[in-house]
């Protein structure tokens, strides 16, 4: 049985595998991937530290001796027809019975193949040259999806973009989604990879890759002008979202200079200021998902541009951003009814005032996280309750101001609560839990712990709230 023949696109050892295994073998990052056999070489993405070599029928290793201990983009030929010499066949036992994955239909096994990784995907291409056409169906190249830190990214969108143009010289109109998260060998280099070639690019995904910088986002957002949805949270290194220059002078005095992100987060984006989020704000009008959570210096003046460029937000997270206060909750409080999720937690200039900003104005509240906002107490809750009545999820947790008062009134207004977390709320007992129970039968999530709650009190929440499911730390309660 003959091994296909495979070779690197970025080391140029020499590949020990017999002439009449060896077709087409592409020896280096710029190898002419149009030369092939029936079909057009393929990129593996894995090639995993110290992979043993390729083995042959025999047993004998075919695999170059020089493989570097980083993970690369590979390149390689379709695998080879078997060898039909009479000899050969003489010699040979007689043959199996055909695998069972084998005997699946072609459009079983795409829908198989679209589970997989980008990286599984490749490997599977090199298994057999029906594996190999099933592999490229273009059904199953909307997604990019690669993971691990060893991976060398920009080599391997390189080549795998490469390979997508091949049917549309220079553009991959399939591909949609991009998704690289986790990796640190992402760089500006391959985030330009996508945005010249991904014209059509809807979903890109970056986060935790701290390499790259404004001047690579600024490409992507102005080429891809589709682009809805960015997650560069852990990009310590952007501090903002814009058009490049000559995408600015470009555009039409009609179209502005908008982009048309919906979703953005740039969570643990640290060195984002108010001015980076004005300007933001000013080209992402169309914002309405928006997570900045820790991007520590942001202040209420942030909050206040944001509002009066991004009137259509309905989720906002500015957890641990500890210089915004009760005025920036009052810019919040503008967006009105169609704010639906709110997080402050660990914002600890936000007392009472500010919660009766949000109540008064945003009435269709959904979600509220204000865990660790030690100024507010029972008024507070109060309030919350009496003018958000559809709120389904809130978090009060180390809120050592509300007690079984506050919860009294949450129970009484709040019917389709289903998510409550008092962990830590030293002033809560038993008798409020009891009254939360008895009224909100539709609890799902209840975290009390380090709560002084008894076993009593546990039980009757499980009678009532058969579905619920408790957080505490009272062993006595199983």
Known sequence: KGSSSISSDVSSSTDHTPTKAQKNVAT?????????????????????????????????????????????????????????????????????????IDRLPDHSMVQIFSFLPTNQLCRCARVCRRWYNLAWDPRLWRTIRLT???????????????RLCQDTPNVCLMLETVTVSGCRRLTDR?????????????????????????????????????????????????????????????????????ISIRYLDMTDCFVLEDEGLHTIAAHCTQLTHLYLRRCVRLTDEGLRYLVIYCASIKELSVSDCRFVSDFGLREIAKLESRLRYLSIAHCGRVTDVGIRYVAKYCSKLRYLNARGCE????????????????????????????????????????????????????????????????????????????????????????????????????????
């Open 28 to 100: 280096s990052e710029d190898s002419d991937l149009s030369m092939r056999t029936l079909s057009t070489p393929s990129p593996a993405l894995i090639c995993p530290p110290n992979l043993p070599g390729f083995q042959n029928g025999r047993g004998s290793s075919t695999s170059s001796s020089s493989i570097t201990g980083e993970t690369v983009a590979m390149v390689h030929s379709p695998p080879p027809t078997r060898l039909t010499h009479p000899l050969i066949r003489l010699a040979s036992r007689p043959q199996k019975e055909q695998a069972s």
């Open 148 to 162: 691990g830190e060893t991976i060398n990214v920009d080599r391997a969108l390189k080549v795998l973009t490469r």
């Open 190 to 258: 391959g985030l330009y990879t996508i945005a010249q070639c991904c014209p059509e690019l809807r979903r890109l995904e970056v986060s935790g890759c701290y390499n790259i910088s404004n001047e690579a986002v600024f490409d992507v957002v102005s080429l891809c002008p589709n682009l809805e949805h960015l997650d560069v949270s852990g990009c310590s290194k952007v501090t903002c979202i814009s058009l490049t220059r000559e995408a600015s002078i470009k555009l039409s005095p009609l179209h502005g200079k908008q």
């Open 375 to 478: 100024g507010i107490t029972d008024h507070g809750v109060e309030y919350l309750a009496k003018n958000c009545t559809k709120l389904k999820s809130l978090d009060i947790g180390k809120c050592p101001l509300v007690s079984d008062t506050g919860l009294e009134c949450l129970a009484l207004n709040c019917f389709n609560l289903k998510r409550l977390s008092l962990k830590s709320c030293e002033s809560i007992t038993g008798q409020g839990l009891q009254i939360v129970a008895a009224n909100c039968f539709d609890l799902q999530t209840l975290n009390v712990q380090d709560c002084e709650v008894s076993v009593e009190a546990l039980r009757f929440v499980k009678r009532h709230c058969k579905r619920c499911v408790i957080e505490h730390t009272n062993p006595a309660f199983f």
